[in-house]
């Protein structure tokens, strides 16, 4: 059971790290660069002006870049790792891990780490106005967790208690409020910061999806005949 869990999250979220990498690479990474450039104060918006857009052509930074895989492969294969891990617990309690179910698992993972979190606490720039890192982290942990309890009963719970209980807990760290910047101060337009958010959620949503569908569809391959 260990080789056969390890097996499939190992490759499941070493593919889907590289595919989020080159997806951000070509996505999101553009929109980084430019907002270091306001960063930085190379470039200067303001509210009652404009201010053009800079092109930014694609380019590769040997370095940064190759960080940039390794990093997103790495933090792909810990979320796979746990995501194949649920799905052996569902698998004892009766549910059919195959492609198709591996699916709607990774568009649940992709829910719970990060499309609940980015509703109150969006992906955000560098130079955009945010709070103590350390209140935003401890935030956005319990936003995953109790989001991830509330789509486990969802799925498994019989009962309309459970179902109550699930609501409540995906509602209960908005209804809190995520850690909040207490002005709207930064350098970087608004525009760029919406682009980059969208973008990483869409990044995140399809890197996802490549998880689930390829842990679903590994561990259904070695079933045993």
């Given amino acids: 059971m260990f080789q056969k869990l390890l ?6 979220g070493f593919v889907a790290g590289l595919a989020a990498a080159a997806l951000q690479l070509v996505f ?3 929109t980084l660069l430019r ?4 960063e930085s104060g190379a470039l200067v918006h303001f509210g009652s002006g404009s201010t053009p857009v800079p092109d ?4 590769i930074d040997p370095v940064r870049d190759a960080l940039s895989v390794l990093f997103s492969a790495l933090i792909y294969s810990g979320y796979a790792m746990m995501l194949v891990a649920l799905m052996a617990l569902a698998q004892a309690r009766g549910a059919q891990i195959n492609a198709r179910t591996g699916l709607i698992w990774g568009i649940a993972g992709f829910v719970a780490v990060q499309f609940a979190p980015a509703f109150s606490l969006p992906p955000e720039l560098p130079g955009n106005a945010a709070a103590e890192v350390g209140a935003r982290q ?3 942990f319990a936003t995953l967790a109790v989001t991830a309890a509330g789509l486990w009963l969802l799925a498994f719970g019989k009962g309309w208690v459970p179902v109550a209980a699930a609501v409540v807990l995906i509602l209960a760290p908005h209804a809190f409020g995520a850690p909040e910047h207490a002005d709207y101060v930064g350098p970087v337009p608004p525009e760029l910061a919406g682009l ?3 973008r990483a959620l869409g990044v995140g949503l399809m890197a996802w999806a490549i998880l689930g569908t ?3 569809y590994i561990w259904s391959r070695e079933e045993p005949a």
């Fill in 214 to 216: 390829l842990a679903g």
């Fill in 56 to 59: 930014m052509p694609f380019a």
């Fill in 28 to 30: 999101v990474q553009p």
């Fill in 196 to 198: 980059f958010a969208a």
């Fill in 7 to 12: 097996t499939s999250a190992l490759f499941a």
């Fill in 35 to 38: 907002s270091e450039l306001f």
């Fill in 138 to 140: 401890v935030w956005w």
